[in-house]
């Protein structure tokens, strides 16, 4: 078990955007959280990578206690994440966006830039060597050196999925991979991610809204409304689930 | 004892201006997300086109007053569409230097206009009165009167009337406003509009007192960011609460400790308590 | 030879570098040279400036009381006995720790408050300078501030520094060490991280970068360059006032940095030389000076956003583009 989520609550100012969240996630697979908008799914990621703090519950990941901690150390531990709205870099070029997600795993400081100290040039090295060999995965190489505003919106989104795997995580967290995208593009997109999790073996956590894609990709499924888990299981389980369906899926997935 | 309460008299007589200027800055800063560094020389112009006006046309000390809000009223609208509009959705540091732009032209075009030197205004109310011991001039009592009069009249504008609220709606979600119909730039020109009318206000009361002079504004708008901060950002009673404090903290520091250090005392303040809360004292987290 | 094709793929440079060293064979006049040698000092300042703003996008507007610092700081120690060698690592040093002691606070927060503590320190400093009698000589500031101690070097022997032609090369030296430590920090993954923080703070967090370090670092090297600086000027003019510690020197170097473009190198120093160079020739506009330029940050910074030199680094980039992707992807890190 990789990551395990007991008892997570968020309130804002009396509104609980998230309320006694239990679930785990375990290596190797594909979880996936649904929910219609406001569930708090999203929220559970702010939790999970440190950009907001728990009101109550506990995060743990690999046996640590990870809740409170500040983003830049969760994504060290090895949690990265992409963003619903599309974040990126927008005043640099793609190739920068890559090099700053290595970042973390580059070792040297202020003093070795300065002197182009030995550990610089093998920083800088390897980092040109993971920048291209992601680009290649990620299908971006014709791009390199082009700005990030020049980019398509599917292009933006293999980008930032791009930016969250080439720092190694042991899991990603994807908030809608593929929203506002055409269907070519959704196809495109959940390649990628089955070749994340198939060639490069990265736990994947997703919340998707688009149900045939979730059916097709999770292993697992994790279902919130109004902040709270009412349905987990595996994709038969949860298209039979009589609240789900009344919550979420709607009336043409009873049959 | 007697000195004590003297300085707690001015205190509150500073303490007023301060929270008149803090409270026009929060409706700004805290409502409209506008760092409005301006604000000080706003306040500074609102002093000199009040001395312009009583001295070059003979107005009397109200009508100077009135006018004078008028006109920086009308002048804070404009600043509003030049410097601060055409940055709206880009990042904040824009906003700050394009402020900077703003003051230095206050400043200076006040130094070409009326010279650097300070400027004295001729007090309308020229009476003393003595209670307790304490020697309360009447220029000063008003001051007093006149800011609380101020405050609670803001207060009631923005709690109680439509447009206050119309003001808070555009704070809290400008799009959401502006789907409703409402006008979010007539807004933004309004709120800023009280912000800078009624630190002229603030200003051209307190000019008998003290002096005029270009730099009166730069120190003084300093101190207001100070209290907006430490009181939290958009709170009108944390503005006003701030200003009090301060007022009384300089008075009663500078009285008893040190008058050179005086001005310190607000950006200490700011430094310890950002160092131990740094979202303000009452802010909120941002997430 | 790498060494010779380094020089002939870098020949502006180099035959910028030539110029420079042969200005003083070539001004004759002192008023215009001290131009030139308050242009190189203004320039370290813009330049250390444009790290922390340019860069790492915070608005630093303290930048004059660390150059303050700097120069009160070589001052009172030249003034006691102290060479100057010492006082001006001290000093900068000095000026870098009160910079992280300032940062630290201030840096947690918001941005906002952040110019904001920065714009107050900076008048601190300046009362303070002028408040401080026994120590600083109040609003009248201290003079008969030495130059620099005459360095025995191997070979030339020992050089003073009561010359125009010595101060010069004094101040270039320290310009040219000002420019090859930002460039290294500027083209570097240290570098983009901080335009990461710029461009994106919470994402850069996200993402794994340490965003309150950075922050941290770029201003505390940008105050001990403008502490440096500050420094070198105490002891070539001979007497500082609070007046160094300023806001309309910030103020200027703000205009400068702007104009002549931000987020590059050649930017600040374009801006330091050009725009007081153009002041001078527009004398009779001095009393409007701080107006003008009021007027031009702001239409700068609604308009061309890039300054000068902005426009011309997006015509730059277009030409690596293309480049780039013929040479292959050897350069994929920014180098």
């Keep these: 078990m990789l990551l395990e989520v007991k008892n997570l609550s968020k309130h804002f100012a009396g509104l609980a955007a998230l309320h006694n969240v239990s679930l785990q996630i375990r290596e190797g697979e594909v979880l996936a959280i649904v929910g219609p908008n406001g569930a708090g799914k999203s929220v559970l ?22 809740a409170g901690l500040k983003p830049h150390l969760i994504a060290r531990r090895g949690i990265a994440r ?23 795993r580059n070792t040297h400081g202020f003093w070795s830039t300065i002197f182009h100290s030995r550990d610089w040039k093998e920083d800088r090295a390897r ?24 980019l398509s919106q599917a292009e933006q989104k293999r980008l930032s999925i791009g930016v969250a795997l080439i720092s190694q995580p042991k899991i990603i967290l994807l908030d809608e ?79 | 004892m007697a000195l004590f309460l003297q300085q707690v008299f001015n205190g509150i007589m500073l303490g007023s201006t301060y929270a008149i200027v803090a409270l026009g800055l929060t409706l700004v800063f805290g409502i409209l997300h506008i760092p409005n ?14 001395f312009f006006l009583m001295t070059l046309y003979g107005f009397g000390f109200w009508t100077a007053l009135i006018a004078s809000m008028i006109i ?23 906003s700050f230097i394009s402020a900077v732009g703003a003051l230095m032209i206050l400043e200076t075009g006040v130094i070409v206009l009326w010279g650097p030197q300070g400027r004295r205004i001729p007090n309308p109310y020229p009476g003393i009165v003595d209670l307790l011991g304490i020697t309360m001039t009447w220029q000063r009592l008003l001051v007093i009167l006149v800011a609380i009069v101020l405050i609670i009249l803001l207060q009631i504008f923005i709690k109680k009337t439509t447009v206050g609220t119309t003001i808070e709606a555009v704070a809290q979600n400008r799009e959401g406003a502006m789907l409703v119909g409402i006008n979010v730039n007539w807004v933004f020109s309004l709120t800023f509009a009280i912000s800078t009318a009624t630190a002229a206000a603030a200003a051209c009361l307190v000019a008998p007192i003290f002096m005029i002079s270009p730099t009166m504004g730069a120190l003084l708008g300093m101190k207001a960011f100070v209290i907006v901060i430490l009181g939290g950002l958009g709170s009108i009673p944390g503005a006003i609460l701030g200003g009090y404090i301060l007022g009384l903290l300089e008075a009663i520091g500078g009285g008893y400790l040190s008058a050179a250090y005086k001005d310190v005392y607000a950006f200490g303040a700011l430094i310890l308590i950002l160092s131990i809360r740094p979202t303000g004292l009452f802010g909120r987290e941002v997430s | 030879m790498p060494a010779i094709r380094f020089l002939l793929k870098k020949w502006f440079y180099v035959l910028l570098l030539v ?28 330049l250390s400036l444009n790290l922390i703003l340019g860069y790492t996008g915070q608005a630093s507007l303290a930048h004059a009381g660390f150059f303050g610092i700097g120069a009160y700081g070589v001052a009172l120690m030249t003034k006691s006995g102290i060479s100057f060698w010492l006082a001006l690592p001290l000093s900068a040093l000095f000026a870098a720790l009160i910079g992280f002691l300032i940062g630290l606070p201030t840096l947690r927060t918001r941005g906002s408050y952040f110019a904001i503590a920065t714009l107050c320190f900076g008048v601190i400093v300046s009362i303070v300078a002028g408040s401080w009698i026994e120590f600083t000589g109040g609003y009248t500031g201290l003079v008969g501030v030495p130059h620099p101690t005459p360095l025995p070097l191997p070979i030339i ?3 003073g520094f009561e010359t125009q032609t010595a101060q010069y090369y004094l101040v270039l030296a320290f310009l040219l060490l000002t420019l090859l430590v930002m460039h290294r920090l500027v083209y570097s993954l240290l570098g983009l991280s901080f335009m990461a923080i710029r461009n994106n703070e919470a994402l850069a967090e996200a993402v794994g970068v340490n965003t309150f370090a950075g922050k941290i670092l770029s201003f505390v090297v940008a105050n001990f360059f403008a502490g440096l600086a500050g420094g070198i000027y105490a002891s070539l003019v001979g007497s500082i006032s609070p007046s160094t510690a300023s806001i309309d020197l910030t103020f200027s170097w703000l205009v400068y940095l702007l104009l002549g473009g931000a987020a590059t190198l050649a930017g600040p120093i374009i801006g330091a030389f050009v725009i007081p160079v153009i002041m001078e020739y527009l004398q009779f506009l001095q009393e409007y000076r701080l107006i003008i330029f009021g007027a031009l940050l702001i239409a700068v910074i609604i308009y061309f956003p890039r300054g000068l030199m902005g426009g011309f680094s997006t015509l730059q980039q277009r030409v690596r583009e293309f480049y780039g992707q013929r040479r292959g992807v050897k350069h994929a890190v920014r180098s």
């Design chain 3, 157 to 159: 022997g020992v050089i």
């Design chain 1, 82 to 104: 992409t963003f619903q709205t599309t974040a990126l870099f927008d005043q640099l070029r793609v190739v920068d966006n890559l090099a700053i997600g290595y970042r973390l």
């Design chain 3, 19 to 46: 110029l420079a060293m042969a200005l003083p064979f070539l001004i004759t006049n002192r008023y215009y040279f001290q131009i030139v040698i308050m242009g190189c000092l203004f320039s370290i300042t813009t």
């Design chain 1, 177 to 255: 991979p593929t929203g506002g995208l055409i269907l070519e593009d959704t196809d495109e997109i959940t390649d990628l991610i089955k070749k994340i999790y198939k060639v490069a073996g990265i736990t994947i956590c997703l919340i998707e809204h688009k149900m045939r894609m979730v059916m097709d990709l999770a292993h697992r499924i994790i279902v919130l409304n109004f902040g709270s888990m009412i349905a987990e299981g595996s994709p038969e389980e949860i298209s039979k689930n009589p609240e789900v369906i009344e919550a979420y899926l709607g009336a043409e997935y009873l049959a």
């Design chain 2, 72 to 94: 920086l009223a009308l002048v804070g609208m404009l600043v509003e569409r030049i410097v601060y509009r055409p940055l709206q959705n880009r990042p904040v540091i824009n």
């Design chain 1, 45 to 66: 990621f702010n939790l999970i990578n440190g950009m907001l703090r728990p009101t109550s519950g506990k995060i743990h990941f690999l046996g640590e206690d990870i």
């Design chain 2, 37 to 50: 560094f301006a604000h000080g020389h706003l306040y500074m112009l609102g002093a000199y086109i009040g």
């Design chain 1, 127 to 150: 980092t040109t060597a993971n920048v291209m060999e992601t680009l290649d995965f990620i299908g971006l190489a014709e791009k390199a050196f082009h700005p990030v505003s020049s």
